[in-house]
C-alpha cells in the first residue's frame, strides 16, 4: 500500500553504499521505498530501521539484476505500480586493471549490470512517468565518464553510456513534467572499491568523498533541478565550458564531405 503523498522511490543496490544512503535519505523526505538488491539480510535490515526511524512503507525485491527473470520481475513494478514517482538507477560494480588482463565473465556481469539492467529500467518506468506528467530518474554514473585514462576502460565506458543516455532521454522527456537527473561522484568510500580488485588505502584521501556527503550534494543538486550533478566539481563553470564546446562541435560532426585538412575532393 502507498502510504505516502510523494509516493514511493525505487532504488537498485540498496543494499549498501550510495544506494543505502539514497534509501535512507528519501524513507526521511517521506517517500515510500522498495530496495532492490541481491542481499537479503541487508536488504531487511536496512527496511525495519528505515521503517522504524522514518514511519514509512519500505518493502525489498531481492533480485540479481544479472538474471534475465529477476530483472524483468523489477521492470514489472515499475511498469504497474503507479504510486512509483522516483527510480534510482544506482547499482553497479567496477572492475580494475586493464582490458588485455580482465576476467571475461566480469566484465560480461559488469556490462549487463551497468549498462543493460539501468536501460531495462528506464524504458519501464519512463513511459508510466510520462503518462502520469511526473517522475524523477536518477542515473549513478560516474566522473569516469569524463575520464577514462583514470581507470579500467570498461568501466569508465559503462559509465559514460548512462551519462550518454541521460542526456538524450533528458531531451525526450523535457515538457512532460518528468526528470532526469544524472550524477557522476567522484571516488566515493564504499565496499565498490574493495570488490573490485582495489585496496581503497591506495587512493590519495584528498580525491575520496565520504558517502554521505556525496549522496547529499546530488540531492542538493536535484533539488536545484541540475540535470548533471557533479558532486566535487568546484566550480560549475569549467563542465559549463565543456559542454558549450561539445555543442559547438555537434552541427559539424557530421557532414556530406571530409574536412578540408584531409585533402580529398570530390571525382
Ligand atoms: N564508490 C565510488 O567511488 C563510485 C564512484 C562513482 C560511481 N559509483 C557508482 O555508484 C553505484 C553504487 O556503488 P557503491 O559505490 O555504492 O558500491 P557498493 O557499496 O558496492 O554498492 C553496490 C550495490 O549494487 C548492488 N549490486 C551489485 N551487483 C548486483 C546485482 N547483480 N544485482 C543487483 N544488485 C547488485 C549491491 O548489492 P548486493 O551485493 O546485495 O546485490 C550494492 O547494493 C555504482 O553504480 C557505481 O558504479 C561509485
Do not use: C
Amino acid at each position: 500500500m502507498n502510504t505516502s503523498s510523494l509516493g514511493t522511490a525505487l532504488i537498485t543496490g540498496a543494499s549498501s553504499g550510495i544506494g543505502a544512503v539514497y534509501a535512507d535519505r528519501f524513507a526521511k523526505r517521506g517517500h515510500d521505498l522498495i530496495l532492490v538488491a541481491r542481499n537479503r539480510e541487508r536488504l531487511e535490515a536496512l527496511a525495519t530501521r528505515l521503517a522504524a526511524d522514518a514511519g514509512r512503507s519500505v518493502k525489498v525485491i531481492v533480485a540479481d539484476l544479472n538474471d534475465k527473470a529477476a530483472l524483468a520481475r523489477v521492470e514489472q513494478v515499475l511498469r504497474t505500480d503507479a504510486s512509483i514517482t522516483v527510480l534510482v538507477n544506482n547499482a553497479g560494480i567496477a572492475m580494475s586493471g586493464d582490458l588485455a588482463s580482465a576476467d571475461p565473465d566480469r566484465l560480461e556481469s559488469m556490462i549487463q549490470l551497468n549498462v543493460l539492467a539501468p536501460s531495462l529500467l528506464a524504458l519501464a518506468v519512463i513511459p508510466g512517468f510520462v503518462v502520469r506528467g511526473s517522475g524523477t530518474l536518477i542515473n549513478i554514473s560516474s566522473v569516469l565518464a569524463l575520464a577514462p585514462e583514470r581507470f579500467n576502460g570498461s568501466y569508465s565506458g559503462t559509465k559514460a553510456y548512462l551519462l550518454n543516455l541521460s542526456l538524450r532521454l533528458q531531451q525526450e522527456v523535457a515538457g512532460n513534467g518528468v526528470r532526469v537527473q544524472v550524477v557522476l561522484p567522484g571516488a566515493t568510500r564504499t565496499a565498490i572499491w574493495e570488490k573490485s580488485g582495489t585496496d581503497i588505502a591506495t587512493l590519495p584521501p584528498s580525491m575520496l568523498m565520504d558517502v554521505d556527503e556525496m549522496v547529499d550534494a546530488a540531492l542538493v543538486g536535484l533539488d536545484r533541478g541540475e540535470s548533471v550533478t557533479i558532486p566535487s566539481l568546484p566550480d560549475i563553470a569549467d563542465w559549463e565550458a565543456y559542454e558549450a564546446a561539445r555543442q559547438n562541435m555537434i552541427p559539424k560532426l557530421s557532414l556530406s564531405f571530409p574536412a578540408a585538412r584531409y585533402g580529398i575532393t570530390a571525382d
